[in-house]
Nanobody, 123 residues
Framework: QLQLVESGGGLVRPGESLRLSCVAS????????VGWFRRAPGEETEGVSC????????DYADSVKGRFTISRGDAKNTVYLQMNSLKPEDTGVYYC????????????????WGKGTLVTVSS
Protein backbone atom coordinates (compact mmCIF):
# COMPACT_ATOMS: atom_id res chain seq x y z
CA GLN A 1 0.00 0.00 0.00
CA LEU A 2 1.22 3.48 -0.85
CA GLN A 3 2.64 5.38 2.12
CA LEU A 4 3.38 9.10 2.10
CA VAL A 5 5.65 11.08 4.41
CA GLU A 6 5.75 14.88 4.51
CA SER A 7 8.69 16.92 5.72
CA GLY A 8 10.02 20.48 5.63
CA GLY A 9 7.62 22.27 7.94
CA GLY A 10 8.73 24.60 10.66
CA LEU A 11 8.48 28.06 12.18
CA VAL A 12 9.19 31.00 9.87
CA ARG A 13 8.57 34.73 9.84
CA PRO A 14 6.20 36.43 7.39
CA GLY A 15 7.81 36.84 3.97
CA GLU A 16 10.13 33.88 4.33
CA SER A 17 10.02 30.61 2.39
CA LEU A 18 9.74 26.90 3.00
CA ARG A 19 9.85 23.87 0.75
CA LEU A 20 7.74 20.90 1.73
CA SER A 21 8.51 17.41 0.48
CA CYS A 22 6.22 14.45 0.00
CA VAL A 23 7.97 11.12 -0.38
CA ALA A 24 6.33 7.83 -1.26
CA SER A 25 7.81 4.60 -0.03
CA UNK A 26 8.32 1.78 -2.52
CA UNK A 27 6.17 3.39 -5.24
CA UNK A 28 6.61 6.16 -7.75
CA UNK A 29 4.07 8.99 -7.85
CA UNK A 30 4.02 9.82 -11.55
CA UNK A 31 0.89 7.74 -12.09
CA UNK A 32 -0.96 9.51 -9.27
CA UNK A 33 -2.47 12.92 -8.91
CA VAL A 34 -0.84 14.43 -5.83
CA GLY A 35 -2.27 17.24 -3.78
CA TRP A 36 -1.25 19.40 -0.89
CA PHE A 37 -3.90 20.25 1.67
CA ARG A 38 -3.80 22.24 4.87
CA ARG A 39 -5.79 22.53 8.05
CA ALA A 40 -5.57 25.82 9.85
CA PRO A 41 -6.32 25.96 13.57
CA GLY A 42 -10.06 25.67 14.10
CA GLU A 43 -10.75 25.31 10.36
CA GLU A 44 -11.64 22.53 7.96
CA THR A 45 -9.08 20.93 5.69
CA GLU A 46 -8.75 22.79 2.39
CA GLY A 47 -7.00 22.12 -0.89
CA VAL A 48 -3.84 24.12 -1.55
CA SER A 49 -2.41 22.72 -4.77
CA CYS A 50 -2.57 19.70 -7.05
CA UNK A 51 -0.47 18.16 -9.78
CA UNK A 52 -2.11 15.68 -12.12
CA UNK A 53 -0.92 12.23 -13.07
CA UNK A 54 1.12 11.88 -16.27
CA UNK A 55 0.36 15.30 -17.77
CA UNK A 56 1.62 17.26 -14.75
CA UNK A 57 -1.07 19.90 -14.99
CA UNK A 58 -1.15 22.06 -11.87
CA ASP A 59 -3.76 24.02 -9.98
CA TYR A 60 -3.69 26.29 -6.94
CA ALA A 61 -6.04 27.78 -4.44
CA ASP A 62 -6.62 31.47 -5.10
CA SER A 63 -5.06 32.32 -1.77
CA VAL A 64 -1.65 30.89 -2.78
CA LYS A 65 -1.45 31.63 -6.51
CA GLY A 66 1.78 33.36 -7.40
CA ARG A 67 3.40 32.35 -4.13
CA PHE A 68 3.34 28.53 -4.07
CA THR A 69 4.63 26.07 -6.67
CA ILE A 70 3.98 22.35 -6.81
CA SER A 71 6.39 20.14 -8.73
CA ARG A 72 7.61 16.61 -9.16
CA GLY A 73 11.20 15.86 -8.24
CA ASP A 74 13.78 14.08 -10.33
CA ALA A 75 13.15 11.15 -8.05
CA LYS A 76 9.73 10.01 -9.19
CA ASN A 77 8.63 9.16 -5.68
CA THR A 78 8.80 12.81 -4.59
CA VAL A 79 6.55 15.86 -4.91
CA TYR A 80 7.45 19.31 -3.59
CA LEU A 81 5.55 22.38 -2.52
CA GLN A 82 7.67 25.52 -2.68
CA MET A 83 6.09 28.20 -0.50
CA ASN A 84 7.31 31.77 -0.90
CA SER A 85 6.21 35.04 0.67
CA LEU A 86 4.57 33.18 3.51
CA LYS A 87 1.81 34.89 5.45
CA PRO A 88 0.46 34.23 8.94
CA GLU A 89 -2.75 32.91 7.37
CA ASP A 90 -0.71 30.13 5.74
CA THR A 91 -0.22 28.60 9.18
CA GLY A 92 -1.53 25.07 9.56
CA VAL A 93 -0.80 21.40 9.24
CA TYR A 94 0.04 20.55 5.64
CA TYR A 95 -0.86 17.14 4.26
CA CYS A 96 0.28 15.36 1.13
CA UNK A 97 -2.26 13.06 -0.50
CA UNK A 98 -2.39 10.92 -3.63
CA UNK A 99 -5.31 9.80 -5.76
CA UNK A 100 -5.58 6.96 -8.24
CA UNK A 101 -5.12 7.77 -11.92
CA UNK A 102 -7.78 9.92 -13.49
CA UNK A 103 -8.99 11.47 -10.22
CA UNK A 104 -8.43 15.18 -9.62
CA UNK A 105 -7.54 16.39 -6.16
CA UNK A 106 -10.26 16.91 -3.60
CA UNK A 107 -10.45 16.53 0.15
CA UNK A 108 -12.89 13.64 -0.22
CA UNK A 109 -11.28 12.11 -3.31
CA UNK A 110 -7.80 11.12 -2.20
CA UNK A 111 -6.86 7.49 -1.61
CA UNK A 112 -3.70 7.92 0.45
CA TRP A 113 -2.76 10.55 3.02
CA GLY A 114 0.37 11.43 4.91
CA LYS A 115 0.32 12.35 8.57
CA GLY A 116 1.12 16.01 8.00
CA THR A 117 3.83 18.54 8.76
CA LEU A 118 3.26 21.73 10.74
CA VAL A 119 3.92 25.12 9.19
CA THR A 120 3.81 28.14 11.48
CA VAL A 121 4.21 31.66 10.11
CA SER A 122 4.57 34.20 12.88
CA SER A 123 6.53 37.31 13.70
Amino acid sequence: QLQLVESGGGLVRPGESLRLSCVASEFTLDSYSVGWFRRAPGEETEGVSCISSYADNTDYADSVKGRFTISRGDAKNTVYLQMNSLKPEDTGVYYCAASRPGIWCGVGSMDYWGKGTLVTVSS
